[in-house]
């Protein structure tokens, strides 16, 4: 008899995004006439760059050239983009310390799989969840406990008690998931922080995972890659992604550093992480198409650097509206500096899931319940300042009108 892998039936109800999007269908039905405003889901709504569009169709077009057609990339990824994330981002390492592959989301769902499942987990709180459910799918976890969280998993939260700049862990844990700037609080981890957490890596033979999809957005001097912190290299892996900065979300493309450093004692023996990291992308997957491969590395030339900046500014600036406009209102918010979201207090001994219903069905508003991120969000909804600049203002004039 066929058995199943039944660490699924340990995860808490639907994932979050479905749940949004059945509630909005059902207040589409309620109330068909209904003007809505898209602030939940943190897709981009920009076009690609010119300079990326035109990487993209001159790389088809090869593609429909016996001359220049290509079969099956290299796994980890085409040379020409490894080497200008090298030369551009980390200059410190080779291009074959990074790996491309078709999401940020993939890379920290499958890191999880070269450890082993006995590993203890600590996770940043409220966070992004993927990082847990996928430790729940691999049997890290016990089952869900009255609390809303997972026995088994050290939650570390980010609160307004400390800044939203988590404590170390109390206990011994071998992976510690770090998201900066945090997904959803929008709050950059300072380098103290940082610093604080490599240390304890080294010490306890620890691994960071360590989130920089949105280390574009950071302006306020924090770090933007955790190797800037002494040391680093020996115990972090570090992900990133062009689908904020680039508009990639449609097109799926980031990448992950693995260093040549990292080196984990199992067995009575020291085990290269990134050698692992290798055979499970050389078994796993046949790489992301050359044609999104070359439109990443138009991201590399000046002209491309220049459009994202101008497109991150261009968020950022969305972002400082919206924070600034609920400030005025009187809400109590966070974020929006370091990062295109905002963390949006609650009114007092309302929940999560409840204020998200009432904006949704008397402002017409989406935004994502704080509790969705982990049970370290409940009290708080998440806004996405990736909205058209007419959403931006129409949302905070919908506001102004609920207070």
Not at 32 to 57: E, Y
Not at 207 to 235: C, H, M, N, Q, W
Request: proline share 5%.
């Amino acid at each position: 008899m066929t058995k199943l892998n039944l660490n699924y039936h340990k995860l808490s109800g639907n994932y979050l995004f479905p749940e949004i999007e059945k509630r909005v269908e059902a207040l589409k039905q309620k109330q068909p006439h209904a003007a809505l405003l898209n602030l939940g889901v943190g897709d981009v709504t920009q076009p690609l760059f010119p300079n990326v569009v035109a990487a993209l169709m001159a790389a088809s077009a090869e593609m429909g050239d016996k001359s220049t057609f290509r079969g099956y990339g290299p796994s980890e990824g085409y040379h020409f983009l490894r080497k200008a994330i090298a030369e551009h981002d980390y200059k410190d390492f080779s291009p074959d310390e990074i790996f491309i592959s078709d999401g940020a989301n993939s890379d920290l769902a499958d890191l999880q799989e070269i450890f082993s499942v006995e590993n203890r987990v600590a996770v940043i709180d409220p966070a992004y969840p993927v990082y847990v459910d996928t430790n729940v799918m691999a049997g890290r976890t016990r089952p869900l406990l009255k609390t809303g969280r997972y026995g088994g998993i050290v939650y570390l939260p980010c609160n307004e008690e400390n800044g939203f700049q988590p404590e170390l862990p109390n206990v011994h844990v071998d992976l510690i998931y770090l998201c900066s700037p945090n997904n959803p609080t929008g709050i950059a981890l300072s380098k103290e922080t940082l610093t604080k957490f490599v240390d304890y890596a080294k010490k306890n033979g620890s691994v960071i995972l360590f989130d920089a999809a949105y280390e574009a957005f950071v302006t306020s001097g924090a770090p933007r890659s955790i190797y800037e912190i002494d040391g680093a290299k020996e115990v972090a892996i570090e992900v990133r992604s062009f689908s904020k900065s680039a508009g990639f979300t449609g097109l799926r493309c980031s990448y992950t550093v693995v260093p040549h450093e990292l080196k984990v004692y199992d067995a009575g023996a020291f085990h290269s992480v990134h050698a692992l990291w290798k055979r499970r992308v050389d078994t796993k997957t046949n790489g992301v198409s050359y044609p999104i491969q070359k439109a990443a590395e138009a991201l590399y030339t000046k002209q491309g650097q220049q459009a994202i900046r101008d497109a991150v500014k261009n968020y950022a600036d969305r972002a400082k509206n919206l924070l600034n406009g609920l400030k005025s209102i009187g809400y109590t918010v966070y974020g929006g500096v370091d990062s295109p979201y905002i963390w949006c207090k609650t009114p007092p001994k309302v929940g999560s899931w409840e204020f998200f219903d009432f904006v949704l069905e008397n402002a017409h508003v989406v935004t994502l319940p704080g509790v969705g991120f982990g049970q370290g969000g409940e009290g708080y909804i998440r806004f996405s300042a990736f909205a058209d600049v007419q959403v931006i203002q129409e949302t905070i004039q919908r506001f102004r009108k609920l207070a």
